[in-house]
C-alpha cells in the first residue's frame, strides 16, 4: 500500500467523516491506483478510522438538525454519498428523532401562521416546501390550516 494513499485518506478523516464512496471519489480525483485506493480505505476500516454506519449516524443528525425529513436525508446518503440502503435503515431504526417534531418545528420557523386558514396557494406552498424539505405527509399534514395546534413538543 502506498504511505501516500494512507496519509492523503487519514489526512481527509481527520477533520471529518467521509463515507467510503466519498473517500474513493477523492483518491480517484487524486489520481490514485485502484489497489492504493482498496487498501488503503480496507486499511483505514480495519483500525475502524473510517465507518460507513458511523458516518451515516453522523450525516443523518447534521442534516435532521438543519431540518431536514427522512425521505430526503435518506436520498441524500444513497445518491450522493453511496451509502447503501441497508445500513442507512439499520441506522434510521436506531434513531430517536421525532420527525413528526422536526416537522412542526420548521412549520413554526417557515411558516409562522401555518395554523391559520390558508387560501389554495399558499397551501400548496407550504405543502410543497415540506415535501422538498423530505418529511411525510403524515408528520404535518394534521397541523397546516388546522386552526388548532398541541404545543406539547
Known amino acids: 500500500m502506498s504511505s501516500l494513499a494512507l496519509n492523503y485518506v487519514m489526512n481527509l478523516l481527520s477533520r471529518r467523516e467521509y463515507s467510503e464512496f466519498e473517500l474513493r471519489c477523492k483518491m480517484q480525483e487524486k489520481a490514485f491506483s485502484e489497489e492504493d485506493i482498496d487498501q488503503a ?3 483505514c476500516q480495519q483500525k475502524n478510522w473510517q465507518s460507513d454506519q458511523r458516518f451515516t449516524e453522523s450525516y443523518l443528525n447534521s442534516r435532521s438538525q438543519r431540518g431536514y425529513g427522512i425521505n430526503r436525508i435518506k436520498q441524500e446518503l444513497r445518491q450522493l454519498k453511496g451509502i447503501e440502503s441497508a445500513t442507512i435503515e439499520a441506522v434510521v431504526r436506531e434513531c430517536d428523532i421525532d420527525w413528526s417534531a422536526l416537522a412542526l418545528n420548521v412549520l413554526r420557523k417557515k411558516f409562522p401562521d401555518y395554523k391559520e386558514k ?4 399558499m397551501r400548496q406552498k407550504i405543502w410543497q416546501y415540506m415535501l422538498s424539505h423530505g418529511f411525510n405527509q403524515e408528520d404535518f399534514a394534521d397541523y397546516v390550516g388546522s386552526g388548532e395546534c398541541e ?3
Not at 390558508?118 to 396557494?121: D, E, G, L, T, W
Open 118 to 121: 390558508q387560501p389554495p396557494k
Open 151 to 153: 404545543d406539547e413538543f
Open 41 to 43: 480505505i480496507a486499511h
